[in-house]
């Protein structure tokens, strides 16, 4: 199975700040990447897929790049709702797999 | 409004069954694959089962395979795990999830809102 990991595990951030996450895949996925937003008690909402293809009705402060190994998920302006845990997927490949998620909270 | 409601979790002892339902609405539903995906308490997210529009197509991750059965009855509108030997690392909120097919194929667009099921003596 391709493992899939992320950086960093958490971190504190603030309104209005920039911030990225970064995902890596054990092998090359190409660009079947797609990233997920989990508030606590939620269900998991999709963000971007294709690596950087925003799933409709997501703000476009959202952003994703990358491709092959590597891929970024990048929030221009934080908003208060966006402290939330984000997870990255590879589905290049059964099984799909998830990466062990980012926890985005508030400084 | 697409709609995925998951029933059927509860505590479980070791070794024994359960089966979670999935009830969906709001969508042509035998038009898409669907999943399940499981998350233990304070963990991330773990796929569990996929299962194509017709299904002729099953997956399932080698921590269930021989032990879960994804089905579904499309003139129901339905989506099922059967869940046998039970295990304690089973524990988790499980999830019903659509792929969205096309070029969103094999992701996760819409989900349910989870259903426990706890596997302890």
């Known amino acids: 199975a391709i493992r899939m990991t992320q950086s960093p595990s958490s971190f504190s951030a603030s309104t209005g700040d920039r911030v990225t996450i970064t995902c890596r895949a054990s092998q090359g996925i190409s660009s079947y990447l797609a990233w997920y937003q989990q508030k606590p008690g939620k269900a998991p909402k999709l963000l971007i897929y294709?690596?950087?293809t925003l799933q409709s009705g997501v703000p476009s402060r959202f952003s994703g790049s990358g491709s092959g190994t590597d891929f970024t998920l990048t929030i221009s302006c934080l908003q208060s709702e966006d402290f939330a845990t984000y997870y990255c997927q590879q589905y290049y490949s059964y099984p799909v797999t998830f990466g062990p998620g980012t926890k985005v909270d508030i400084k | 409004e697409v709609q995925l409601v998951e029933s059927g979790g509860g505590l479980v002892q070791p070794g024994g069954s359960l089966r979670l339902s999935c009830a969906a609405s709001?969508?042509?539903?035998?038009?898409?694959?669907m999943n399940w995906v499981r998350q233990a308490p304070g963990k991330g997210l773990e796929w569990v089962s996929y299962?194509?529009?017709?299904?002729?197509?099953?997956y399932y991750a080698d921590s269930v395979k021989g032990r879960f059965t994804i089905s579904r009855d499309n003139a129901k509108n339905s989506l099922y795990l059967q869940m046998n030997s039970l295990r304690d690392e089973d524990t988790a909120v499980y999830y019903c999830?659509?792929?969205?097919?096309?070029?969103?194929?094999?992701?996760?667009?819409?989900w349910g809102q989870g259903t426990l099921v706890t596997v302890s003596s």
């Open positions: 999830a659509r792929d969205p097919s096309f070029a969103a194929a094999n992701t996760f667009d819409y």
């Open positions: 294709a690596a950087s």
């Open positions: 299962i194509s529009s017709s299904s002729s197509t099953i």
């Open positions: 709001g969508f042509t539903f035998s038009s898409y694959s």
